[in-house]
């Protein structure tokens, strides 16, 4: 067996990683304040993705962190199981208080991908207390990320992550995607056709039979698979559908929650209520792991009172629901976004970042530009394999010149964390600038 030394990059799987090339050349970082990591070969660079769609306050936030240092101090953990402890109580009361009207629940999580299983279980759930068990199929989207777990990634449509996997879930079924190049191409914001494309969610009840159908679940705003915004009306659509036939339908936030689009909630900025909202991310400011499914009143209530007395009422929960230091971290990251008006910072910003983003129309290279709130997908090139070579190649040019970018498939996505200035906005788009100039 090979040794390994203490230093070894061997021993760490690395999740959705090249491992073989990133080990031949390793890209480490040692520390992050505001908008910048720290590389460990002296480096600073500037974080366009806001880590992972995650760090919408700027990393190391110090409210945040004294916050977390103060928790480890007092309690470490506690469980949720038939215990409680006062921060994850606080914490929900908070939240569901800037949730939309109506959503007054949370079931915490420790992640996106477990915030999205559990809100495919509660709807499962939640039919089955209502005597229709029979509603079992889950509805997704072409193009959707919903996690790996098995319901998301059963849920979700990108056909990369599941080749490994078999099966997954029986039922799951997927309405097309609303990326329109030929109509909507350079949109600024919502583009204008594709409101339609939610009547193949009817067509497809003709198929399955609208009986059999639990919910529908779609990210608001698609984000892995490169940023894709929904057409003016899809979304009322679908919510009118599903409200129709008695489906659920369940937004996936973990990207757009927590002021990407410069409110709380997408539902807030396309004036939509879901019956279910899965977070994660922005939720801790990524500084410890933590989701959550924030539920509609009559969901909760329906499982409360149908559940027998001295019964639990929902036989679903993690080790870690609630944890002590993730409800310390939510609570000062709400606080952060709250008091030093992040989600006002992100609107008033968002016209710079427009403009910004589609300066960069004039480059061949480029075939679209989408934009929506504090994030934006640069599309690139007629043919997917060699657009995908073009991103790689201008995520290797922005980093060389201290800017993160983040490459998926031909697409550059970009989601930096709110408190971006004008000034770091056009070092992003001047860099990326650059960088197409190289192609
Ligand atoms: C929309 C969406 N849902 C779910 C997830 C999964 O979150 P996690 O990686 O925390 O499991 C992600 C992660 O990027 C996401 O973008």
Redesign the pocket.
């Known amino acids: 067996m090979q040794q390994l030394n203490a230093n070894s990059l061997e021993a760490f799987w690395m999740p959705f990683t090249a491992n073989r090339d990133f080990k031949k050349k390793p890209q480490i970082v040692t520390g992050a304040s505001g908008m910048y990591y720290q590389m460990n070969n002296g480096h600073r660079v500037l974080d366009a993705i806001a880590g992972?769609?995650c760090v919408n306050a700027g990393h190391g936030h110090p409210k945040i962190v004294e916050a977390i240092q103060k928790q480890a101090a007092q309690l470490g953990f506690a469980s949720s199981f038939g215990l409680g402890h006062p921060l994850a109580f606080e914490y929900a009361s908070r939240l569901t208080s800037v949730a939309p009207e109506g959503l007054d629940h949370v079931f915490f999580t420790n992640?996106?991908?477990?915030?999205?299983d559990t809100a495919l279980k509660l709807a499962l759930a939640y039919h089955h207390a209502r005597g229709e068990g029979q509603r079992q199929r889950i509805i997704g989207r072409q193009r959707g990320?919903?996690?790996?777990g098995f319901g998301?990634l059963s849920a979700a449509g990108m056909g990369a992550h599941k080749k490994q996997f078999g099966m997954l879930l029986p039922g799951a079924a997927h309405m097309p995607h609303t990326h329109d190049l030929a109509r909507n191409a350079f949109s600024r914001g919502q583009p204008s056709h594709g409101a339609e494309i939610a009547d193949t969610l009817e067509q497809m009840l003709q198929t399955y039979d609208p009986s059999t159908v639990a919910a529908v679940i779609v990210?608001p705003v698609a984000?892995?698979t490169g940023v894709l915004v929904p057409p003016l009306g899809y979304l009322e659509r679908l919510r009118e559908i599903c409200t129709r036939y008695g489906i659920l339908l369940i937004f996936?936030e973990?990207?757009t929650g927590f002021g990407r689009l410069g409110r709380p909630f997408a539902a807030d900025r396309f004036a939509i209520t879901p019956d279910l909202i899965?977070i994660?991310?922005g939720m801790t400011n990524g500084a410890v792991?933590m989701?959550g499914v924030i539920s509609s009143n009559e969901i909760c209530q329906k499982l409360m009172e149908t559940a027998p007395q001295g019964t639990v009422e929902f036989s679903h929960g993690y080790t870690y629901s609630g944890h002590p230091l993730a409800s310390a971290a939510a609570l000062a990251a709400l606080d952060v976004y709250v008091n030093e008006g992040l989600f006002e910072h992100a609107t008033l910003i968002e016209p710079v970042w427009e403009e910004h983003a589609h300066a960069l129309k004039a480059v061949p290279a480029v075939v679209d530009i989408r934009n929506i709130g504090l994030l934006a997908g640069i599309e690139l090139g007629e043919e997917v394999a060699s657009g995908k070579a073009m991103a790689k190649k201008v995520y290797d040019f922005c980093f060389e010149r201290g800017v993160l970018v983040r490459p998926v498939a031909n697409t550059i996505v970009l989601s930096p964390p709110l408190v971006i200035s004008e000034a770091e906005i056009a070092t992003v788009f001047s860099t990326i600038a650059a960088g197409l100039k190289t192609l």
């Open positions: 992972l769609w992640s996106g991908s477990e915030a999205t990320y919903h996690g790996v998301g990210e984000g892995s996936d973990v990207v899965a994660a991310k792991p989701g």
